[in-house]
Structure formats: C-alpha cells, structure tokens
C-alpha cells in the first residue's frame, strides 16, 4: 500500500516537475497473460484530453484486450494505469464510457436503453428528459424511440450504444470498432458522431482497423500488432514517416502473419 | 364400458356444468395460481441471484436446485404433512386439511423448478450483459431487476412450467389437503376419487375440464406474451 502511494506521489511528481499536465489516461508498462500466454507486452501509451486517440493494428493484436485494460473491466498482470496522473479507480471507470464491439442493448426500447443508463449515473426528472431528447437528436433515432432496440438496423444500433454512452457525459469515450460491421453511410454517420462527441470536448480512443479511417479521425495514433506497440505519436507525423518496419508493412497493406504461427 | 359412449356422457356433464363442478375447479385455480406468485416471489430472485453472483459454494447450489425440480410430489405432501400435523412444528397453526396446506405444498413443488429454470434463463442474458453493466456501474441490486425485466417473455414460460406441474399434481394436495367435499377437493383429487369409485363418465369430465383449464391458461399468457413480442423482440 504505501509502496503503490509512494509510486503514484512520485510518478505525478515527476510530470508535473518536467512542467507536463498529466495526460488524461495513460498506461506504463502494461502487460496481461492469459494461461501464461503474453497477450500484451510492455504497452505505453498517454492519451491526450480532448483529442482523438485512435489504436490501430491488425485482428487479434489485442486492440480490444487494450481497451478492456482501460476501462477497468479486466485487471493488467502487471503494469500501471494511471488517470489524470492518480493509479486508476473505480471513479476514472465511472467518469469514462465503452462501447464494445458488439454493442450491447437491452431488450428495451431505444428510450428505454437511454433512461437506463441515465438512471444509473444519477439523472432524474426533467433533466433525464433532456438528456434523452439531446440523445435521440445526435443520434438521428426520435422516430425509432419507441421501437425495441435489437431491431434496429446494425448502424442504428451502433448509434444508440454511442448515443447511450454520451448521456451522462464521460471524460472519456472508448470506442472498440464501432464501424466494423458497417457500410460506408453508415460509417460516415458515425464518424459524424463520433466528431461531435470530441466537439464537446470528450476525449475519445477508439480502436478500428480502417486505415482510412484512422486517417480521417486519428490526432494521435498508437499502433498495436501482437501485444506490442510498434509505434505512437501524433497521427500525422506517423502517417508520414512510420518509425517500424511493422507499421510500414501494414500500412503498405503487406499482410502480417503472427511470429507464432511463422 | 364402451369409450365413445363415456365421451358423450362426460360431454354431457359438462354441459350440465353445476356448482359443485365450479367449486372445484376454482378452488384448483386459487390453490394453484396462489402457489405459482408465492413460488415466483422466491424463485424469481434465487434464480437471478444464483444466476448472476459468484459464490462459496454455487454449483453445488445449482446442483441441488436441479435435483428439487424432481421432487416427488408424495415426499413433499409427506414432509409438509409432517410439519403441520397436530404434533408436527407447525401443528399449531391447525392448517392440515385446508386450501393453505395445499398452497404450501405446491409452493414448495414449484420454488425449485422456478428457482432452476430462471437461474439458466437469467444466466444466459447476463453472459450478455456482464461487461456492459460493470461498463455503466450498474449496482447489484439495480443488476437483478434489470435481468428479471429483460428475461420476462424467456421467464413466463418458465412461470408456465411451473403452473403445469402445480396444476396437474395429486400427491400432495391430496396428502395435506385430504380430498375433503366442498373444503379441499380439487380437480385432481376429485378425479382420482371418482376413478376409484368407478365414476368413470365424471372423472373424464374432470379430466377434460382440467385440460381445458391448462389449454385456456397457456392460450391467454402466450397471447399475452405474443402481443408484446410480435415482430418486436429478437
Ligand atoms: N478471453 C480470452 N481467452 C483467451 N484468449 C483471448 C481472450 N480474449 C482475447 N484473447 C486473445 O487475445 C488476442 C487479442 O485479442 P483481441 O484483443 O480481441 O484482438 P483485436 O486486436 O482483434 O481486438 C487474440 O489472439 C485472442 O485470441
Ligand atoms: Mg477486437
């Protein structure tokens, strides 16, 4: 215990010492086996507040592992994760939102799906009925509120999990392939939403394996392939000049085959 | 006695359908569905909770709940015979041989075969939900109540089964309740009384009405159930 408070003191000494605010999220070192099998191996990556943090890399990379590691759902082996420079808590979990890869929708309406998530984080009254109407106009869904959920079309049930994961207004968005199943409208749709969801100043990290995607949305990128980071930094700067042998290959569409099955 | 001459009498009867006829088959029904909510209000919440808790202990849980869905309905009437007799634990009460033995009875008949079945239902849709819930911060509390009203169409037929075992069951009302003219005699005691008497024409008159109740009581929650589903619910 005072071990880990001594770490955390220092670590957040440390930025604020080298005059850097701590980013909003970031990862050292992170590392998590299953059945003694390395699945992600020494991750380090800071997440910017307010921009679009966008994990790029081939099936089976470990993308969504990445993001579970995040969000707190599933423990690291070993490794740090840190939330405005504090060891992360159930309140860094509870101030970011996850959308997974198969949305996830109650066997509900639309608005029901909405005032569910409301009512857990708090909002009652009139203010969760603001809260769903603003929901259902980003989100191009009031004509639908009233249908159950798992009947809309794939893109209309990939705007509603967003949509519910805007409502109470995280810090953070995680976004695990929200278009994969998707077609170009659809998409685009999404990547409007997902727009003004950062217009409101969310930071957003999302997982996709589009690179013209990644292009479109990504301020910074990190590129994710077998467990490893084979680069990071601002998009832009990486798009032009890939400082792996790795990223160059993927992003040259030469395919990758894993060093296990080689 | 020739079986197509029988139908027509037992026909007959029930056209004829008098009072005593009505007292029986709604004393049936209020011992019956009185059971089903009092084994719904246990069960309902065991089987979410077994369903979706990690515990000390849970599979063999789960393995004794399996097991209760079989009880003998003979061994049931027995135990709880025993625990209301005049001299058992509960005798006091004096609730041997009225419709309140029976209900207990079948609340016990049916609690495991609910708890069992909405526990698979239950854990089904939260193999679903898990990591979307810890996503939201969804309590435990608010976690059970939420599985419940998503598993509802999945859960009435559950409700269903465990009225079609209730319903139909003789052995114990028959034990507890002891067949008791105007007080205790429900459909299927009165069947198995008018059988051994060789009333057969009124036993399959019984017998008949008995289906007929079943029929009319899944034909209403199924609509029910249809209403809400239609084209809605995948
Ligand atoms: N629950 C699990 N058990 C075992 N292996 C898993 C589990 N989840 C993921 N993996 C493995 O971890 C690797 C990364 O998975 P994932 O994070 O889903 O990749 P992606 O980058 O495509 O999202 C894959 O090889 C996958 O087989
Ligand atoms: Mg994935």
Redesign the pocket.
């Known amino acids: 215990m005072t071990r880990s408070n001594d770490r955390r003191r220092s670590y957040s000494a440390e930025l604020i010492e080298s005059g850097i605010t701590p980013p909003l999220l970031s990862a050292r070192n992170l590392c998590f086996e ?2 003694g ?1 390395p ?2 191996q020494s991750v380090n990556l800071s997440v910017r507040a307010g921009r679009r943090t966008i994990v790029i ?12 590691l995040l969000h707190g759902l599933i423990p690291m082996t070993t490794g740090d994760i840190y939330w405005k420079g504090q060891r992360f808590s159930r309140d860094a979990q509870s101030a970011q939102a996850m959308v997974f ?1 198969r949305p996830v929708l109650l066997r509900r309406s639309v608005l029901a799906n909405l005032k569910f998530a409301l009512k857990v984080c708090g909002f009652v009254g009139p203010e969760r009925a603001r809260r769903v109407q603003d929901a259902l106009r980003i989100s191009g869904l009031m004509d639908v509120a009233n249908r159950p959920a798992r009947v809309l079309s794939g893109g209309e049930q990939q705007r509603l999990a967003i949509a519910r994961a805007l409502v109470c207004a995280p810090e953070l968005l995680l976004l ?2 929200p278009t994969a199943n998707l077609d170009p409208a659809a998409t685009s749709y999404i990547e409007t939403l997902i727009d003004m969801a950062s217009g409101r100043g969310i930071t957003v990290v999302m ?1 996709t ?1 589009d690179q013209g995607q990644a292009r479109r949305l990504a301020d910074d990128l990190v590129f ?1 392939q077998d ?1 490893r980071v084979e680069g990071t930094g601002v998009a832009s700067d990486l798009f032009a000049n890939p400082r792996s042998e790795a990223m160059k290959a993927w992003l040259d569409g030469r395919l990758h085959v ?1 060093r296990e099955e080689m | 006695m020739d079986i197509g001459v029988l139908f027509l009498q037992s026909f007959g009867l029930i056209s004829n359908w008098d009072s005593n006829l009505s007292e029986i088959v709604f004393l049936s029904l209020q011992v019956t569905v009185t059971a089903v909510v009092l084994a719904c209000l246990l069960g309902l919440p065991i089987g979410a909770m077994v369903g979706t808790f990690r515990f000390f202990g849970r599979s063999g849980l789960i393995l004794g709940m399996n097991v209760l869905m079989g009880l003998p309905p003979v061994i049931v009437g027995l135990v709880v015979y025993l625990l209301l007799s005049a001299s058992g634990p509960m005798g006091v009460l004096g609730l041997l041989y009225t419709p309140f033995a029976m209900i207990i009875a079948q609340t016990v008949l049916v609690t495991p075969i609910i708890a069992a079945l909405s526990r698979q239902v239950i854990e089904d849709l939260w193999m679903e939900y898990a990591e979307q819930f810890a996503s939201l911060g969804v309590s435990r509390r608010a976690r059970i109540f939420a599985l419940l009203w998503d598993a509802r169409f999945s859960l009435l037929t559950v409700v269903l089964a465990g009225f079609g075992r209730a319903v139909a069951e003789v052995g114990a009302v028959m034990i507890v309740g002891g067949n008791i003219n105007h007080v205790t005699r429900v459909m299927t005691t009165a069947i198995a009384l008018e059988t051994s008497r060789g009333q057969l024409e009124l036993a399959l008159a019984l017998g008949l009405v008995l289906l007929i109740v079943s029929l009319v009581v899944n034909i209403v929650v199924m609509a029910f159930r249809g209403t809400i589903v239609r084209g809605a619910y995948a």
């Open positions: 299953m059945q099998q699945l992600l890399g081939p099936n089976g990379a470990g993308k969504s592992l990445l993001l579970r890869q695990d392939e997982v394996h994710l467990g894993r």
